[in-house]
């Protein structure tokens, strides 16, 4: 007898099959049962008529407990009403493994805490399913934009010499004779000495920030794609990010429409994903923050609320552009119109998501590199290789970086970060 996958039955009508699954719901009534199924790609009501199954599984339907793992085989028939549009006539059935123990997780509501307790089990559950699909998507979305751009992808270190970001939210690890070595910020730097190579790269991978903050849109762990190109400037580089993210809203749109339904998320809001995306100068967004009575003063980043704020007045995507140097990382390009700020774009997701890019143009100057390095008092001997890049043959270039998480918890609408990645990592979860 043919094994099948839930997500492929409609190939199997009338025919005999075996599905391998777990039953994740169960009722009965009298010489019925309804088992409800899962195998990962989809959900399948079973129907076990005691006389047309053979007792022996009738049996062990009588005493089966939640989330046991089994093997059923029967025949598939159509029938409307079933959400995949088929149902299983059981003949029989193979257990597995039946728990001995109530499956943790029940239908009533459980809370947060208990559930990302449960993160190892939860995973199988219809929402988790939904947004980790989204995810998948969203990643095979962003790897096929640079792909069919011809970007060449470029895996650049998790341990690393220098400080990529921010020195106050390093991890650092003891690195044998060598003294302290960092995990990933950003493969940012390493992506400048690509470009110089390749002409347009990109990276996709997890990156580490020991951030002390306990909002809904900081993990310790993260997923990032950063993209570098050589002779692109700032407004190119805002080009390609929206680029980028209409394609994700379209693809997202049109290939997980079950995901989105699960979620209950408002597709029209998704729709609107479409160019042009404003763009706001930075003392623009400062005056409009200060009139509505916002704390915020020039020379500040801006604030999750400062973001949920301006991201919650467009129903697009919005660039907050040339950012006061000070608030920003050393690598930024000086704004040749004014030198209090850099070359700079931040993308605020709509709906108040906030920051889901970040991106500049970079400083190709050398002197005005060095003299960023001395003002942040990074280690310059760290950073000898990166001020060699304007050395030999400095070109303009910028690039990008776009938080999966972020971008993930945005397209789903969710309020939390922490569910847009499989097993979470914040200041106060490191288990499962
Ligand atoms: O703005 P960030 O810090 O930019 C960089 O790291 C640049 N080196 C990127 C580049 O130009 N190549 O981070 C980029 C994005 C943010 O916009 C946000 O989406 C995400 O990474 N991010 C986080 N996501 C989850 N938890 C955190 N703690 C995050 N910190 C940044
Ligand atoms: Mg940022």
Not at 35 to 51: E, H, I, K, P, S
Not at 411 to 425: D, T
Request: glycine share 8%.
């Amino acid at each position: 007898m043919q094994r099948i996958w839930i997500a492929d039955i409609g190939k199997y009508e009338n025919q005999e099959i075996e599905i391998a699954g777990w039953l994740f719901n169960i009722r009965s009534k009298g010489k019925i049962h309804f088992l409800q199924l899962r195998d990962g790609t989809g959900r399948l009501q079973g129907v076990a008529v005691n006389g047309e199954c053979d007792s022996a599984s009738f049996e062990i339907l009588n005493s089966i407990k939640m989330e046991a793992s089994i093997k059923v085989h029967g025949t598939v028939k159509k029938d409307e009403r079933a959400p995949t549009g088929y149902e299983l006539a059981v003949s029989g059935i193979i257990l597995v493994q039946n728990p001995d123990k109530d499956y943790p997780i029940a239908k009533k509501e459980h809370g947060i805490d208990f559930l990302l307790e449960n993160r190892h089990l939860w995973l199988r559950s219809t929402r988790p399913g939904a947004i980790l699909r989204i995810r998948n998507q969203a990643i095979i979305t962003l790897r096929n934009f640079f792909n069919s751009r011809n970007y060449v992808l470029i895996d650049t270190p998790i341990i690393t010499g220098s400080i990529g970001e921010n020195p106050s939210t390093l991890f650092s690890i003891s690195y044998f004779d060598l003294g302290d070595a960092y995990l990933a910020q950003t493969g940012q730097l390493y992506l400048e000495a690509a470009c110089m190579a390749f002409g347009k790269v990109y990276n996709f991978g997890p990156t580490f920030r020991a951030e002390k903050s306990k909002t809904r849109r900081h993990l310790t762990e993260f997923w990032m794609l950063e993209a570098e190109v050589a002779y692109l400037d700032n407004e190119g580089n805002m080009q390609l990010q929206e680029d980028m993210i209409c394609t994700l809203a379209e693809d997202i749109l049109k290939l997980c429409d079950q995901e989105l339904k699960i979620l209950d998320r408002d597709n029209a809001k998704l729709k609107k994903i479409t160019p042009p995306f404003p763009k706001v100068d930075y003392n623009d967004a400062v005056s409009s923050l200060q009139k509505k009575s916002h704390p915020i003063q020039w020379g500040d980043d801006l604030g999750a609320e400062d973001e949920t704020v301006l991201s919650g007045q467009h129903e697009k995507p919005v660039f907050i552009m040339n950012y006061p140097k000070k608030a920003k990382a050393f690598y930024m390009k000086e704004n040749p119109d004014n030198p209090d700020t850099v070359l700079c774009s931040d993308l605020l997701a709509p709906e108040g998501y906030g920051e889901i890019i970040g991106g500049s143009q970079r400083e190709d100057d050398y002197q005005k590199l060095l003299s960023r390095i001395h003002e942040e008092n990074l280690p310059e001997e760290a950073y000898t290789w990166y001020k060699e890049l304007r050395e030999y043959g400095s070109v303009p270039h910028s690039g990008f970086g776009i938080g999966l998480e972020r971008t993930v918890t945005w397209l789903c609408g969710i309020r939390h970060v922490r569910e847009a990645i499989p097993f979470p990592r914040t200041i106060s979860r490191l288990y499962p």
